[in-house]
């Protein structure tokens, strides 16, 4: 199983989160973006840079994933294809989506994008919040501890 990350819009917090767990679990992560990335020097953790176009970087990670695979973005048409391929879709902000919540979520980013290409300002996301990388790291706990008991239950 491996991590996912859709890394041009990640916060810089979230990745160090990832680089943690990745090098204290030994699960594969894989920042994807169409720019160079850093990423601390440890085998499980890794860059891959695409080139510039409008969701090549999704493309690409929908490519890659397999089933069980969790996908970090807050994208939610790409948290929508990682479900349907089997995956795990978590927000940076907590937010792990599910095949019953994801249609509700596609519906009302159709709405807002609506809104805005009607000259309605419907203002950005707010910071991430405290509370926001509290309910990630529990999330993402719950994801390894998961992974980790599938793992010894295969031994």
Known sequence: MSIWVDADACPKVIKEML???????????????????????????SALQVPDGSDVADAEIVKRLEPGDLVITADIPLAAEVIAKGGHALDPRGEMHSADTIEGRLTMRDFMDTLRGSGIETG?????????????????????????????SNE
């Open 124 to 152: 950005g996301p707010s910071a991430l919040s405290q509370r926001d990388r509290q309910l990630f790291a529990k999330h993402l706990d719950h994801y390894l501890t998961t992974l980790d008991k599938r793992k010894k």
């Open 19 to 45: 680089f943690r767990a990745a090098k204290r679990t030994a699960v594969r992560v894989t920042l994807v973006a169409n720019r160079l990335l850093y990423v601390p020097s440890s085998e499980y953790i």
